[in-house]
């Protein structure tokens, strides 16, 4: 049997990494579009006109193209090269600190987050699609492959992730009078638990409602976060009526998205750490 050296396999896991970041890029894309993953094959979203593949190697044809379309020049979201970087970048680290098992149910994670932070940025929505096979996914990994988690803890984090945010959006709509927390932050929060256990939850809440406020007064500052591709009419005139910073609207689950994702990946770290003071 060859003994392939753990570098280049190491290598090898941030090719594939980029490449599942440029189809999570897709994903993101197509999905609350109602545009099929599967056909039509890669295409600019400002000319529409198919790119070719060696138009569309991950990382590389963003630097190369400088981050333009190779058809109509028109620019390429940062964001893309940043997916197939960052999860590039993660699929490597994974596999040099856990056994390939936990590797790739970590990873598994990670790109569901990438989904559901893209999407309820762009579109204030959190797609069941993706949170709902989550929990049992994350459950069976958590007990067949993750062993610093196991089903136990999975199971608490589900109950926890799930009921801890419901609870805090009805706390909120009592008290204000208007939504604060939508139920898909509230299932995005139990598939965190079904992957990273209680503990995850605690650590992923906490964060990222830290992230979250910080994240917020930025956006308020800045002026707002950009509208959906599609707005909806009868939020407009109450969104122009009320432009208090305290009340500027902005999507949570990017910053709980990258809560769970810091913990996934430097949770031994962050433990170690913990006990160790």
């Known amino acids: 049997m060859v003994d392939i050296p753990r570098g280049l396999m190491a290598l090898l896991a941030f090719i594939f990494g980029a490449s599942v970041g440029s189809f999570v890029n897709v994903v993101a894309y197509r999905l609350p579009r109602d545009i099929s993953i599967v056909r039509p094959g890669s295409f600019c979203p400002r000319c529409e006109r198919p790119i070719p593949w060696w138009a569309n190697v991950p990382i590389l044809a963003y630097i190369f193209l400088r981050g333009r379309c190779l058809m109509c020049g028109g620019t390429i979201p940062f964001r893309y090269f940043l997916s197939e970087l960052a999860l590039a970048s993660a699929a490597a680290y994974l596999y040099l600190h856990f056994t390939l098992p936990d590797a790739i149910a970590r990873f598994v994670f990670c790109s569901a987050l990438f989904i559901i932070a893209i999407i309820d940025y762009d579109w204030r929505l959190i797609p069941n699609l993706i949170t709902f096979p989550g929990m049992p996914i994350g459950f069976a990994f958590a007990a067949l492959a993750m062993p610093e988690i196991g089903w136990k803890r999975s199971l608490l984090g589900i109950a926890l992730g799930g009921g801890a945010l419901f609870v805090t959006g009805e706390a909120y709509r009592l008290l204000r009078g208007r939504e604060g927390v939508g139920m898909g932050d509230v299932f995005l929060l139990g598939m965190t638990g079904?992957?990273?256990?209680?503990?995850?939850?605690?650590?992923?809440?906490?964060?990222?409602?830290?992230?979250?406020?910080?994240?917020?007064?930025?956006?308020?500052?800045?002026?707002?976060?950009?509208?959906?591709?599609?707005?909806?009419?009868?939020?407009?005139?109450?969104?122009?009526?009320?432009?208090?910073?305290?009340?500027?609207?902005?999507?949570?689950?990017?910053?709980?998205?990258?809560?769970?994702?810091?913990y996934a990946l430097f949770q031994p770290a962050l433990v170690h750490w913990y006990l160790s003071r």
């Open 194 to 262: 079904a992957f990273l256990g209680w503990i995850g939850v605690l650590f992923t809440l906490f964060f990222g409602s830290i992230l979250g406020t910080i994240g917020g007064l930025a956006v308020a500052l800045a002026g707002g976060a950009p509208p959906p591709p599609i707005a909806d009419p009868a939020t407009e005139p109450a969104a122009e009526q009320d432009a208090s910073i305290l009340r500027t609207e902005v999507p949570f689950g990017p910053f709980l998205s990258l809560a769970a994702g810091f």
